[in-house]
């Protein structure tokens, strides 16, 4: 997809960032969880002052992906002190990769990874990682085709749902190799 850019998100990025993260959020979970935990997620973890404290984090990045001057998707990523999981300070966590569900399977959600790959390299990262509910087949089997292996689990809760991640890594050999580890 040619027409598709890649934008990094500032602070005035907000509502765009409040919308999409939302939106795809929403698209992506609703059906397989309940209404009122969804509600509760999606109020606490794209709050205004909480999306506003991630755009100013020094530690984190968030790019939008942009087809017809509208955000169709967005990837997070944490660095340092940012990662969700105190693994390894020389990592790059991938937190989110999110898409309409219009544009599923039309290679923006490879464009958003593979932006987090060039910081990666940028960063000198050894290695990047990620965690991903267990139940979400589609997302395993993206990470899984670019070369992630499962290393360990962590919970996530959803609302009062307590639901499994599975954490993978891909280890970063040098800027033009990626090797699995």
């Known amino acids: 997809m040619n027409q598709i850019k890649i934008e990094k998100a500032i602070i005035t990025d907000v509502k765009k960032l409040q919308e999409i993260g939302k939106t795809t959020f929403f698209e992506a979970f609703a059906e397989v969880n309940t209404e009122e935990n969804m509600n509760e997620y999606l109020e606490n973890s794209f709050s205004e002052a909480k999306l506003k404290a991630e755009l100013s984090d020094n530690n ?8 017809d001057n509208k955000v169709i998707g967005y990837l997070k990523i944490n660095l340092g002190a940012a990662q969700t999981e105190k693994l390894d300070l020389n990592a790059l966590e991938i937190e989110r990769i999110y898409l309409l569900k219009a544009f599923y399977g039309q290679q923006v959600g490879q464009l958003l990874y593979q932006k987090a790959i060039d910081v990666a390299h940028q960063k000198q990262a050894s290695y990047v990682w990620l965690g991903v509910w267990e139940e979400n087949h589609r997302a395993l089997k993206f990470y899984e085709k670019n070369g992630f292996k499962a290393f360990d ?3 996530f809760w959803l609302g009062d749902d307590k639901q499994t991640d599975l954490m993978m890594k891909k280890q970063l050999v040098n800027d ?4 699995v580890s």
Not at 60 to 67: G, P, W
């Open 176 to 179: 033009n190799e990626l090797k």
């Open 60 to 67: 984190s990045q968030i790019y939008f992906a942009v087809f």
């Open 153 to 155: 689990k962590h919970s």
